[in-house]
């Protein structure tokens, strides 16, 4: 299956409120995700889009829970037209 062009991209950190969060993300974006994949420490959920309007509607929705701790990550990514792609939450520990 070919890449769709856009895809919300969210980050989770395990902890105890993984399963509720989990849910919440579901219940917020209205669907599960397309994908989702990790280790015992982070797990990465996508949704993935052929239309912005839609990316969008769901990245926007997702940003209720940007604040928690938890989310490392919640970004919309264009791959069409990377430049444009919308980095709401970025937490990773990037070490050279």
Known sequence: MPRLPFD???WVKKTD???ALRDELIGLAA???DESGGDEEIVDFHWRFNNL???ESVAEVLT???QRPEIILLR???Y???ETSITFKDER???L
Do not use: G, M, Q, W
């Open 31 to 33: 669907e599960e995700p």
């Open 64 to 66: 209720a829970v940007r």
């Open 80 to 82: 069409d037209a990377p």
């Open 17 to 19: 409120d993984f399963a």
């Open 93 to 95: 520990d990037v070490r």
């Open 76 to 78: 919309l990514s264009n």
């Open 53 to 55: 309007k839609e990316a």
């Open 8 to 10: 919300v991209i969210v």
